[in-house]
C-alpha cells in the first residue's frame, strides 16, 4: 500500500466548475499536508499547505483535512484552463528528518475551455 | 522569497559522462536539501536528503557512490551522476526548506529542474 495515494485521473472539468481532487494517507504519524502543481516539463510549485483539521482557504484553493478520516482535499473553485496541470498531493512524515514529504503520484487535471 | 536555483537545465551527453547538477538557495540558508527523481509520467521519487557539513542520507535502492552529492555551505548542494547510462536519464528535482523556521511544518520549495538525457 502507497503512503499517499492520488487518484491518477485524467480529471476534466468544464470552465467556471468545481475540480475536486482527493489524497488519502496511510501514516497517522503525517503532521503536515501539502498541495502542489506541476505543469508538463516543469518542478513542482506550492498552491496550499494545510496542518490543523478542517478547511483552509486560499483565493480559488481550499484545503481540507480530516486526520480520523485520513484524507486531503483540494477544492478548485471558478476552475480556469490555466490551472491544467497535475496536482501532487504531499505528506510531511514524524520522527528523523521530519520534514521528508512523501508525494502521491499525482491528479492530472484538465479545465476545458 | 524563498527561490531555489537549479542548474543546469538541461543536459544531453554521451553514456560514460559524469554530470554535476547544482541547486542553490538564493534567498535563504538552507541546512537541508532533498533531491528528487522523476521518470515521464510518474510522481516524485525521493533520492537523497542532504544535510549541510555532513553525509547524505540515501533513501533505499539508490546508489551513493552513483549519485554523489555534496552539501558543503548552507546554500548550496551538487548532485553528480557518476559514469551515467542511458538508463539514468530522468528529471532530477531538488528542493530545499528555510533553514531559520522552527517548525517542522515548512514547506519545501523546488528548483526548477534538471532533464538528464544520456545517449
Known amino acids: 500500500q502507497k503512503e499517499v495515494e492520488q487518484n491518477s485521473g485524467p480529471l476534466s472539468v468544464p470552465e467556471g466548475a468545481i475540480a475536486s481532487l482527493n489524497c488519502t494517507y496511510s501514516d497517522r504519524g503525517s503532521q503536515s499536508f501539502f498541495w502542489y502543481r506541476q505543469y508538463s516539463g516543469k518542478s513542482p510549485e506550492l498552491i496550499m499547505s494545510i496542518y490543523s483539521n478542517g478547511d483552509k482557504e486560499d483565493g480559488r484553493f481550499t484545503a481540507q483535512l480530516n486526520k480520523a478520516s485520513q484524507y486531503v482535499s483540494l477544492l478548485i473553485r471558478d476552475s480556469q484552463p490555466s490551472d491544467s496541470a497535475t496536482y501532487l498531493c504531499?505528506?510531511?512524515?514524524?520522527?528523523?528528518?521530519?520534514?521528508?514529504?512523501?508525494f502521491g503520484s499525482g491528479t492530472q487535471l484538465t479545465v476545458l475551455p | 522569497g524563498a527561490v531555489v536555483s537549479q542548474h543546469p537545465s538541461r543536459v544531453i551527453c554521451k553514456s560514460g559522462t559524469s554530470v554535476k547538477i547544482e541547486c542553490r538557495s538564493l534567498d535563504f540558508q538552507a541546512t537541508t536539501m532533498f533531491w528528487y527523481r522523476q521518470f515521464p509520467k510518474q510522481s516524485l521519487m525521493l533520492m537523497a536528503t542532504s544535510n549541510e557539513g555532513s553525509k547524505a542520507t540515501y533513501e533505499q535502492g539508490v546508489e551513493k557512490d552513483k549519485f554523489l552529492i555534496n552539501h558543503a555551505s548552507l546554500t548550496l548542494s551538487t548532485l553528480t551522476v557518476t559514469s551515467a547510462h542511458p538508463e539514468d536519464s530522468s528529471f532530477y528535482i531538488c528542493?530545499?526548506?528555510?533553514?531559520?523556521?522552527?517548525?517542522?511544518?515548512?514547506?519545501?520549495?523546488f528548483g526548477d529542474g534538471t532533464r538528464l538525457s544520456i545517449l
Open positions: 528542493s530545499a526548506i528555510v533553514s531559520s523556521a522552527h517548525s517542522s511544518n515548512q514547506p519545501q520549495h
Open positions: 504531499a505528506g510531511g512524515r514524524r520522527g528523523g528528518s521530519a520534514r521528508q514529504l512523501t
